[in-house]
């Protein structure tokens, strides 16, 4: 099969492309380094009507490697273009080129919080906190798009490996590193992680089938921050995290910090398991975590 792959540089897509390869698809890469910026609508159809691809596979972005909760807003500006205009373009390209198989990159962790492990027909967020707002109406958009062409939307969990934030020189890591990452409250925001190893496997599984609609892609095991924070910690070789009010945590990193420190819910892999015949090579966060620091 011919694979476009846009975002071929980012976080998953450096595991995704030698991954499609190895299951024996041609990949044609789509990112601004290639050349091809997905904002530029006449250069997206270009490229596409050159490539006549089989499938389109949309997991660009552009996060910033720094992070400040209290503009995220702001920091997330290019990646919500991306998410609206980029994906119009190419989703409108691959239409024009009678391309059948659409898979877009979305978030397991944008679920209205509440009480176990959100499925996929659990709400998103209802009252998003501020700076997250655009975020989610960009990922929604996202969505819509990708179901309206009878695509698969893989909702992804808190994603960590190389070129990650959980990496040995990412934000969270440097951030934990220097005691700037607390619990907050009784560290009860839950999280669901993904390994970029895994977002690919998930991706190239589904290209062996036509399932549409939302399946989440997250490991076994949702984990609140008052455990895997403190492991994460020990692992990385930092000090053990404080506990801190959290009201405090809104002072210090706004409504979207506090919200993400304290309100998170988990998602529940079971749906993608059953319709994908996948399983995450790394099951819970201890593992995959493991696995990026070995002898700590």
């Known amino acids: 099969m011919k694979v476009i792959a846009a975002g071929a540089t980012g976080v998953i897509g450096r595991s995704l492309v030698p991954q499609l390869a190895a299951a024996g698809h041609e990949v044609i890469q789509l990112s601004r380094g290639s050349g091809t910026d997905l904002l530029d609508r006449v250069a997206v159809r270009r490229a596409v009507q050159a490539a006549e691809p089989d499938a389109v596979v949309h997991m660009a972005t552009a996060i ?7 503009k995220i807003a702001r920091q997330f500006e290019l990646t919500n273009r991306l998410r609206t205009e980029g994906t119009r373009n190419l989703l409108d390209a691959a239409a024009d080129a009678d391309v059948r198989r659409v898979i877009t990159q979305g978030l397991a962790y944008a679920y209205e919080p509440g009480r176990g492990a959100a499925d996929e027909d659990a709400p998103l967020w209802v009252r998003p906190p501020g700076q997250f707002a655009p975020i989610l109406a960009a990922l929604r958009e996202l969505e819509r798009r990708t179901l309206d062409a009878k695509g698969l939307v893989l909702r992804f969990g808190h994603l960590y490996g190389p070129g990650s934030a959980y990496a040995p020189d990412g ?6 590193r220097a005691g700037q990452f607390p619990i907050a409250g009784r560290g009860e925001s839950v999280f669901s992680f993904t390994h970029a190893d895994d977002a690919a496997s998930a991706v190239v599984a589904a290209l062996r089938g036509n399932d549409a609609g939302i399946l989440n892609i997250v490991d076994d095991e949702p984990v609140p921050t008052g455990q895997w924070l403190p492991g994460f910690a020990a692992l990385v070789g930092a000090p053990a995290p404080r506990h801190v009010p ?5 002072v210090a990193a706004g409504g979207w910090g506090a919200a993400f420190m304290t309100q998170l819910r988990g998602a529940s892999n079971a749906r993608a ?3 994908l015949g996948w399983r995450p090579r790394y099951g819970t966060w201890l593992e995959g975590f493991a696995s990026m620091y070995p002898g700590q």
């Open 64 to 70: 910033p490697a720094d992070l400040n909760p209290k």
């Open 171 to 176: 934000w969270t890591t440097q951030q934990v």
């Open 273 to 275: 398991k059953a319709a």
């Open 246 to 250: 959290a009201a405090l945590v809104r």
